[in-house]
């Protein structure tokens, strides 16, 4: 049955109209990926990644299709989804060109005549499930190390989000074999089937942790290999800054950019007790300054929520932070325009590291202000959640910079910096960010699309 997108930022109207499969028939499309895959893996790494940076130069080539297809489906400013199309090819492109590293290693050989050493040989079939938030980013993430290490991939799109996904289908349509790149478009029933069909050899999925943890067992099932990326409640301690209003520019940036709804948002600025009054009002100044509107308007700063049940979300959490004593600096209200899902960028003040507001992923436009006595008071608040995923130091001071370095119960640490990741950098949390290998970038991503083999070689060489 087919499916109407709406666009956020006005409900009315449909933006796109894409055919759904049914459970039935992965069985099928698992059959056709192996045999893709099978061809795929004889073809010499280098002439994968050629085929593969044929395949993103087709995807440059769409940029602004792609970009705007975002937009229009979950809200994200038209800059930010330019950006995200340009980050994601640029990381594709990181990918393909570290794929072409030394793989495995030789060994001292305990027997005489006999070679040792270790290779890497491609998993097989990747199953890719994928969040609304970043529906291009999130899918090259897991397409292109899948394909360049010779491996076939099963996409499952967001049901919200689907129309990028779609073109990477035409584009792979024209330049990758048949089979090797295959769209699953459907709802949470299809997720379950792709998870748990015989013959699946990886399953890489990013989302909620509910969700995660039902892929995980799915995957035990399986014996296959799982990467997960999860939840954030991400905290930028504000220790001092030589520049404080350049400081506040990267912290309000990495808070709201996307609505806040990047798992890497910043939710929690942990402040130095000193600061606290006048970092409150500098994060207050920008949030009323935002531009609020349709994405496709170039004058937009700020768009809207990716649906209703995001808008109740997040307007649940402002009114429960309320309730508990957190007092409204900035926002805190839903707009109305065009019977869009806007909620204004909000910022609290008066939080404790005990409320809901400040523990708890909200996945949207508030940022809550916390403030601190002592090094050791921040690094508990910075750790006392259940997530660790990044988290950012801002401090001119070295001991206190080696501290955070070494205690912060995060997989991505930013000293000075936004919580914006490097296109070529590992993308890993810890705690319940992350499960099982990481699947993005770096050295982990070659141990995560491809399994290990030793070989014991005796005789002439």
Known sequence: MPVDIHNPANPSEVVGTFPTMSPEGVPAMMATARQAQGEWAKIPQPERGKIVEAFLDGLAAR???????????????????????NKALGEGR????RASAPIGEVLPSQRPGTVTYSTRRPRGVIIGINPWNFPFSTPIRKTIPALVYGNAIVLKPSISTPGPAFIMQEVADQV???????????????GGALTAARGVDAIS??????????????????LAEISLELGGKNPAILNDASDLEETLNQIY????????????????????????????AGLAKRANAAKIGDGLDANTTHGP???????????????????????????????ELNGGYFYAPTILSG??????????????????????????????????VEFGLSACLYSEQTPIVDRFVAEAESGMIHVNCGSFPEDHAPFVGVKNSSLGVGGSNGASTLHFFTQEHTVFRKGQV
């Open 253 to 280: 940036m990495a808070a709201f950019a996307v609505c806040g709804q990047r798992c890497t948002a910043i939710s929690r600025v942990i402040v130095r007790r000193e600061l606290e009054e006048e970092v409150v």
């Open 205 to 222: 999925f990013t989302g909620s942790v509910g969700i995660g943890r039902i892929v995980a067992q799915a995957a035990a099932a399986n």
């Open 305 to 335: 929520l990716m649906g209703e049940t995001a808008h109740k979300d997040v307007a649940g959490f402002v009114d429960r932070a309320r309730a508990a004593g957190a007092t409204v600096a900035a926002g805190g209200t839903s707009i």
């Open 351 to 384: 939080v404790t590291s005990d409320m809901e507001v400040a523990r708890d992923e909200v996945f949207g436009p508030v940022l809550a202000v916390i403030p601190y006595d002592t090094t050791d008071e921040a690094l508990d608040i910075c750790n006392d």
């Open 94 to 97: 990181a990918t393909t060109r």
């Open 176 to 190: 990758l074999p048949n089979g090797l790149f295959q769209i699953a478009y459907g709802s949470g029933a299809l």
């Open 63 to 85: 940029t602004e299709d792609i970009a705007t297809a975002i937009t229009r489906e979950m809200g994200k400013i038209i800059g930010e989804s330019r950006g995200e199309v």
